[in-house]
């Protein structure tokens, strides 16, 4: 009795700890924008999604196939008789070799998708193309505990980016003091913002909107703080925006 007695108490102090720390927090920062990566927003992100959906569709066919073979050898060659002797085999080459190559080929042409599409994420459209001739280049920042963005013309813009739809973005990640990672699962791969090296990836979006993110490796007390708004707007609205920003002072 006594022992529920403090088991009760216990959980009351541990509830009003709980109140007590979430009132000292304040409210919680709220990130702008659905960040769903399955719900698309841009080549980079389609493409994540659809090797996303190939290897899901892959495994399980995998799965059936290897849970359905075993029920079924479970069910059909199930012992019916005490004294019953199964048929004795020694292997089979031709099921052997299948069930080596098999899986060897799905693996490797899961390999090979994996590496051109990570590939794309990280460079973009082909160098040739007309959309990598109109690429814009931005600096992204990572530092206790926001973002600061430096685009061409020396200007420079905090916590929001302000982007044109329809052009690949390739940005160029570091950190000035610990390791962040930069993430707006709406435009594109993760980008790891490290102290002393320049990381690099792309995003683009396909339609105007504003579109959430967040760093995602843990830097320290602020990093919930540590938001991401991306804004996609037309080129003239971005051009416009350009020139109102202040100078960059990095
Ligand atoms: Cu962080």
Same mark, same amino acid.
């Given at each position: 009795?006594?022992?529920?007695? =403090? +088991?009760?108490? #216990?959980?009351?102090?541990?509830?009003? #700890?709980?109140?007590?720390?979430?009132?000292?927090?304040?409210?919680?920062?709220?990130? =702008?924008? $659905?960040? $769903?990566?399955?719900?698309?927003?841009?080549?980079?992100?389609?493409? +994540?999604?659809?090797?996303? !959906?190939?290897?899901?569709?892959?495994?399980?066919?995998?799965?059936?196939?290897?849970?359905?073979?075993?029920? !079924?050898?479970?069910?059909?060659?199930?012992?019916?008789?005490?004294?019953?002797?199964?048929?004795?085999?020694?292997?089979? $080459?031709?099921?052997?070799?299948?069930?080596?190559?098999?899986?060897? =080929?799905?693996?490797?042409?899961?390999?090979?998708?994996?590496?051109?599409?990570?590939?794309?994420?990280?460079?973009?459209?082909?160098?040739?193309?007309?959309?990598?001739?109109?690429?814009?280049? +931005?600096?992204?920042?990572?530092?206790?505990? !926001?973002?600061?963005?430096?685009?061409?013309? #020396?200007?420079?813009?905090?916590?929001?980016?302000?982007?044109?739809?329809?052009?690949?973005?390739?940005?160029?990640?570091?950190?000035?003091?610990?390791?962040?990672?930069?993430?707006?699962? $709406?435009?594109?791969?993760?980008?790891?913002?490290?102290?002393?090296?320049?990381?690099?990836?792309?995003?683009?979006?396909?339609?105007?909107?504003?579109?959430?993110?967040?760093?995602?490796?843990?830097?320290?007390?602020?990093?919930?703080?540590?938001?991401?708004?991306?804004?996609?707007?037309?080129?003239?609205? !971005?051009?416009?925006?350009?020139?109102?920003?202040?100078?960059?002072?990095?």
């Amino acid at each position: 009795m006594k022992l529920g007695r =403090a +088991i009760a108490v #216990g959980k009351v102090a541990v509830a009003l #700890g709980a109140a007590a720390l979430a009132l000292a927090a304040g409210p919680l920062p709220v990130i =702008a924008g $659905n960040t $769903n990566f399955l719900t698309g927003g841009g080549p980079p992100t389609d493409s +994540i999604d659809m090797l996303f !959906y190939v290897f899901l569709a892959c495994s399980s066919a995998v799965l059936l196939g290897v849970g359905g073979a075993i029920l !079924y050898a479970a069910v059909r060659f199930r012992r019916r008789d005490p004294d019953e002797m199964p048929r004795q085999v020694h292997g089979n $080459n031709r099921l052997e070799l299948a069930w080596t190559l098999g899986p060897l =080929a799905l693996l490797a042409a899961l390999f090979v998708l994996n590496v051109v599409t990570v590939g794309y994420l990280r460079n973009g459209p082909s160098a040739a193309s007309p959309a990598a001739r109109q690429e814009i280049h +931005i600096k992204v920042i990572g530092r206790q505990f !926001y973002w600061t963005f430096d685009y061409p013309g #020396g200007k420079s813009s905090l916590r929001t980016l302000e982007i044109p739809v329809n052009i690949p973005i390739e940005l160029t990640t570091s950190s000035l003091d610990v390791i962040h990672g930069f993430w707006v699962p $709406n435009l594109g791969a993760k980008i790891d913002a490290l102290p002393g090296i320049v990381n690099h990836a792309f995003i683009e979006a396909n339609r105007e909107g504003t579109f959430g993110g967040q760093c995602y490796e843990f830097c320290g007390v602020g990093h919930d703080q540590m938001l991401i708004t991306v804004k996609v707007v037309s080129m003239s609205q !971005y051009q416009s925006y350009l020139q109102h920003l202040p100078k960059s002072s990095t």
